[in-house]
């Protein structure tokens, strides 16, 4: 396929742009085929936030969350993006509803797949209940429409990581793709050393946080499937690649997850830190693995080979 | 209530329902002749991947092998917080219990929640609010961020976020809150017996479409949701 | 917060055709534009609401050297500050007169 010049600028720029450095905006307009992103609920409409107002905070015009549809090499999508850098990217009542209608939408057409670009600390605490109950909907939306055939990814490299209740929306998708410096977990680094200590779990020490929650510890356990290197161009190969992988839901994924899951457990659970887990996987020199290129981490990671292919 | 309390009221003929280390696990018979499930978490217990794993086994092998619905107690503590608990992946077990539970609820596996004593945010996420019916009782205490770390968050004292908090029930700890949001779907009467108000939930059960959003609506605890769902599904079905 | 609105008469019709266009986001130190045509060519208005309090003269000499030097006629801009630096400010204004004079809707 001979490409056309007014493809090729947009591709090298989505090469050499930081997917994590990327505004929400930046990373749709170059993640999807140049010009072909139709936003939902534009910033125009001014649907914003009804409850910052009573703690005197800034809202912004599209509540940190755009959606809305596009192409990926000719084929529709549906996406959301979150800005990580409003609020945390966290969910409120508006930015959560966003994507819950967008889910429901591709649930009952069935043959679309819905990319996520995650980017959040979970729950916008000002809005805690709107909040929490927002990712309890798109959790059920997430599987129903699997339940009908859609392909659901996410993609997890922005600046406030996938946290929290965001954690646990990424576990419900079909397939993940991540970069290094993406995380997934469920509690912040800060939460965990407030509540159980310094000893427990040194926030600051940066290198720990990234080995037990950044994107190659994950890609290494299986918790993504694909690992991207940082640029926008990256992260859209990603997507194509996993929306080709993806096969249909039903019970038996779930029990092979189970069995996935268990047998993690089995195998990593005395382990006391993500070096363990790494050389118990047949990495020589595990603690060199940080320092790893991507493209030379991507060939080790493919070579371990853990991924959520059949369950999950 | 205590635990044993809330079975015996439920299942006044008896249950074979255990506590595990805070993991409720077991089953009983219903009035109407047919079987529950019933799993959960008590002793405000944290949920980790150790105890997440556990239950959702409970779930799966319950789909191939019974009918009838299932019922999630719950008095956790929040997620577990710990280094081992996020380095072997807790999104991923909390996650699959969620997913468990609401594929149940969509192949005829009715799932109900019985908020009972405390929860708090990814455990809340993967037990209560993975069901299709949440009901409360009188004197649980959900939470998805309890008001001490919201003040250090916020950088507001814990009297000024009482004081806001009287005016919204969008961000404070509390079952009335919860319900008026549209999680919680009834609180139930302690002062009568559990067993006939599980018995008239089960013969009403709302149908599994999720409808959480227009409940928060009607209650004026959310009143942009639903309709910004609506408007989004309505324009992306009509992409040609 | 602070709401702060300006209005003003221009010389000269701002360049392109798009409806609207969006840059920046709200953070501290920063600010989102939303600049949107839907005013007579000579006129010019900016609507702030701003996180950083009691700043108005200094927006009113930003604005006014704004508008002096893009002549931004027939657009509306409206702000949402998270307290950003005046150079952030016209940096941000001057990036969404550029991008809604871009070729696009």
């Keep these: 396929m001979t490409a056309l010049l007014k493809d090729i600028v947009p591709a090298e720029r989505a090469r050499s742009t930081s997917f994590n450095e990327a505004s929400a905006r930046t990373r749709l307009e170059l993640l999807l085929d140049a010009g072909s992103f139709v936003e939902f609920i534009g910033p125009e409409q001014r649907e914003i936030s009804p409850h910052l107002k009573i703690f005197d905070l ?26 990580g850098r409003f609020m945390g990217g966290a969910f409120g009542e508006v930015h959560g509803a966003k994507l819950t209608g967008l889910l429901r939408a591709a649930r009952e057409i069935g043959s679309i797949p819905v990319v996520i670009l995650f980017d959040t600390g979970g729950v916008r605490l000002q809005e805690a209940n709107a909040g929490e109950l927002a990712i309890a909907e798109i959790m059920r939306a997430v599987m129903e429409a699997r339940s009908a055939g859609v392909k659901v990814i996410g993609l997890i490299g922005g600046r406030s990581g996938c946290y929290g209740g965001g954690g646990l929306i990424a576990g419900c998708c079909s397939a993940l793709a991540v970069s290094e410096p993406g995380r997934i977990a469920v509690s912040g680094p800060e939460v965990i050393e407030t509540n159980r200590g310094v000893e427990e779990f040194d926030s600051r020490d940066r290198a720990m946080v990234w080995r037990t929650m950044g994107g190659q510890h994950r890609r290494l356990l299986g918790a993504a499937d694909v690992f991207a290197d940082d640029t926008v161009q990256d992260f859209r190969e990603a997507a194509l690649e996993l929306i080709g992988l993806i096969g249909a839901f039903d019970l038996d994924r779930l029990k092979a997850e189970q069995v996935r899951l268990a047998e993690r457990l089995r195998r990593f659970g005395a382990c006391g830190d993500a070096i363990d887990i790494w050389t118990a996987e047949g990495i020589a020199h595990a603690e060199t693995v940080p320092e790893l290129p991507a493209d030379q981490f991507i060939a080790l990671a493919n070579k371990i080979g853990r991924t959520s292919r059949d369950a999950r | 209530m205590t635990l044993d309390d809330i079975l015996a009221s439920l299942f006044p003929d008896g249950h074979q329902i255990g506590n595990d280390g805070g993991v409720i696990a077991g089953a009983a018979t219903l009035r109407s002749g047919g079987r529950m499930l019933v799993i959960g978490v008590a002793d405000r217990t944290a949920l980790g991947v150790d105890e997440a794993i556990i239950l959702s086994g409970h779930v799966l092998e319950s789909i191939d092998r019974d009918a009838g619905p299932i019922l999630v107690l719950v008095d956790s503590d929040s997620q577990r917080m710990s280094k081992r608990d996020e380095l072997l992946g807790l999104n991923e077990f909390l996650a699959h219990l969620a997913k468990v539970l609401i594929h149940a609820d969509m192949h005829g596996r009715p799932t109900i929640g019985l908020l009972y004593g405390h929860s708090a945010a990814g455990a809340l996420l993967a037990t209560g609010l993975a069901t299709r019916v949440l009901v409360g009782l009188p004197g649980a205490e959900p939470a998805v961020m309890d008001l001490p770390s919201m003040a250090k968050v916020t950088k507001l004292s814990i009297e000024a976020l009482d004081e806001k908090a009287k005016s919204t029930p969008v961000f404070a700890p509390g079952l009335s809150n919860l319900e008026q949001m549209g999680a919680v779907h009834m609180i139930w009467s302690d002062a009568a017996p559990l067993a006939g108000q599980l018995e008239a939930l089960l013969a009403d059960l709302p149908t599994a479409r999720d409808q959480r959003d227009a409940l928060g609506k009607e209650r004026c605890g959310r009143p942009k949701a639903a309709d910004i769902a609506e408007r989004v599904r309505d324009l992306a079905l009509q992409i040609p | 917060m602070e709401d702060l609105s ?30 949107e045509r839907v005013l007579p060519d000579e006129q010019c208005a900016v609507e702030i609401r701003t996180a950083a309090v009691g700043f108005g003269e200094v927006w009113t000499a930003v604005i006014d050297d704004f508008v002096e030097r893009f002549s931004p006629g027939g657009l509306k801009f409206s702000i949402n500050d998270g307290g950003a630096r005046p150079d952030t400010v016209s940096l941000r204004l001057a990036q969404a007169v550029r991008l809604i004079a871009e070729k696009g809707r």
């Design chain 1, 58 to 83: 800034p809202e912004q015009y599209d509540d940190g969350i755009v959606v809305g549809h596009g192409h990926l090499d000719g084929a529709p999508v549906f996406v959301a993006a979150q800005e």
């Design chain 3, 6 to 35: 300006f209005q003003h008469r221009v010389r000269a019709r701002a360049d392109g055709t798009r409806r609207s266009a969006l840059v920046g986001v709200v953070a501290s130190g920063n600010l989102e534009v939303l600049v």
